[in-house]
């Protein structure tokens, strides 16, 4: 079950983004391919936020304890105080204070993913643009926190390090959407590995300047497209019960023992 949201048209103070949105269509449809069942929502406000990481985390636990919960989210992030905020479209943030009653934490996200249950949990924030809003901060940390609090089973990736920020990127999506969306389709390759050709895409397209990052708990290998199943040998063909030859050898045979 995959959460899917890209906020891109902020307006106001924050300003808009160009890709967010592309980022959040391109992603929704590559984790339908490979066969997520995917919540998907754009330009969202924080209600309409809210209501999906319900759904989500409704969804994710009727699933069962087998599943695999995947959010990703396009869009301005900011920290304060070593907590992560993901920003709503028509949020009103004009002070540091303003953040926790308009905005949405990583813990509302990540509590319900915990509670389902699920074997695998796999947070994708590409959310590390620069915080916009650093009039009335004292907090003027750039990027995202480190998260922490995870999941069991989880998996944790950030567009750019902790503490950094993150390119839009001058094409239809971010250098890091891009990348993840064709290294995570290829069968027969765990997460780890899929994430660092990712890191590596990026580091190539932003000329050094932006590093993904990940933190792993998971405790066994996971593939978004299970390795190729080994071929089989064919069988030796059957021999016709029916061949005039195999008949004439079993005659020639039941003769000599009767002889």
């Known amino acids: 079950i995959a959460l899917v949201i890209g906020n891109s048209n902020y307006g106001g103070d924050i300003g808009n983004l160009a890709n967010p949105a592309n980022d959040a269509k391109l992603m929704a449809k590559t984790l339908g391919r490979i066969g997520f069942t995917v919540i998907e929502i754009e330009d969202a406000d924080q209600n309409a936020m809210k209501r999906a990481i319900i759904d989500f985390g409704n969804k994710l636990t009727d699933a069962g304890a087998g599943a695999t919960g995947l959010f990703y989210y396009a869009g301005h992030g900011l920290q304060v105080e070593g907590e992560n905020y993901l920003i709503p479209v028509k949020a009103h943030i004009a002070r540091e204070s303003d953040v926790d009653i308009d905005a949405v934490s990583d813990a509302l996200l990540l ?143 039941l003769d000599a023992v009767a002889a």
């Open 111 to 253: 509590t319900p993913m915990d509670l389902a249950g699920s074997a695998v949990n796999i947070v994708i924030l590409d959310a590390c643009r620069n915080n916009p809003l650093t009039r009335g901060f004292r907090d003027t940390t750039r990027g995202l926190a480190e998260i922490t609090r995870k999941p069991r089973g989880s998996f944790i990736a950030y567009s750019t390090a902790p503490g950094e920020v993150a390119a839009d990127g001058n094409g239809a999506n971010s250098p890091y959407a891009k990348a993840l969306s064709e290294s995570i389709v290829e069968p027969g390759r765990g997460i780890e590995e899929i994430f660092r050709d990712v890191r590596g895409k990026v580091l190539a397209t932003t000329n050094n300047q932006q590093t993904p990052w990940d933190s792993s708990s998971l405790t066994a290998p996971f593939y978004f497209e299970a390795p190729p199943a080994p071929a089989v040998a064919a069988a030796p063909a059957p021999v016709d019960s029916l061949d005039p030859k195999r008949i004439e050898g079993i005659a020639a045979g």
